[in-house]
């Protein structure tokens, strides 16, 4: 099977309206540029995006927001984007706001084919309105659902052409970990290289996992918000 696509516009080609997308990444760091871009560009519409947040208003996935392409966010943070907010307060975008643990531990759960699992994190708080609870060895639990996509996308540091990733540094957060709970997974990477090139103990993501692989081009990477330490006198 050859999982090589020749660019990002030949991915999202194949996705339809009304997907539901797990987009890797933590703020800026480690986002698929190159697909959401491609996406943005292509018009999809009606998505449900599932991210740890949704970048900025300029950027990332603040680019489909603007574009009104997103129908629904499943994300644990609102800050940092404008437009975000604004539509968020205005009812013009469904959002799902999930714990940031629990946001991880579901989606790990939806990629090792649990079917729930019960965390005392937001018992008695409306986050758990509607949700199972369980008391466990005198400790009030939630029932939360795995989560699941239609599609993922992932952008890994390097990865060959079987679809084995490897993540640099911070940049890998959440992307090995959506690589795994999507239908179809699709890998930006910034290197792509042949078999064997990769050290197995350096894989972090199996190609069993990717079903689509293509090199990604005129990365940014941004920073959302650049401090700098006085100079000294």
């Known amino acids: 099977m050859n999982k090589v696509l020749a660019s990002a516009e030949a991915a999202v080609a194949m996705v339809p309206d009304g997907a539901t997308i797990l987009m890797g990444g933590f703020g800026l760091c480690g986002i698929p540029e190159n697909l959401i871009q491609a996406l943005q560009a292509r018009g999809t519409r009606d998505l449900t995006v599932i991210s740890n947040n949704a970048g900025v208003d300029d950027f990332g ?12 966010m499943i994300s644990t943070y609102v ?9 968020y307060l205005n009812g013009e975008v469904e959002v799902e706001l999930v714990p940031q643990g629990t946001f991880s ?5 939806g990629g090792a084919g649990i079917g729930g699992f019960f965390t005392p994190t937001a018992y008695g708080t409306i986050v758990a309105e509607g949700k199972e609870s369980r008391l466990i060895d005198g400790k009030h639990y939630v029932l939360e659902q795995p989560i699941h996509a239609d599609f ?20 890998r957060n959440f992307n090995p970990v959506m690589a795994t709970a999507a239908r179809v997974t699709i890998a930006e990477v910034e290197q792509l290289v042949e078999p064997g090139a990769i050290d197995p103990d350096h894989v972090v993501t199996p190609g069993i996992f990717v079903q689509h692989i293509f090199q990604g081009a005129k990365y940014e990477k941004r920073i959302e918000k650049k401090t700098v330490r006085p100079a000294r006198a």
């Not at 996935?61 to 629904?72: F, P, S």
């Not at 800050?79 to 539509?87: A, L, P, T, Y």
């Not at 531990?105 to 759960?109: F, M, S």
């Not at 993922?152 to 993540?167: E, M, S």
């Open 105 to 109: 531990e579901r989606i790990r759960a």
């Open 61 to 72: 996935i603040g680019l489909l927001l603007k574009a009104r392409q997103v129908r629904k």
């Open 79 to 87: 800050g940092e984007n404008k437009e975000f907010e604004r539509q």
């Open 152 to 171: 993922a996308f992932v952008h890994a540091w390097k990865g060959d052409r079987v679809g084995n990733l490897v993540y640099r540094r911070t940049a």
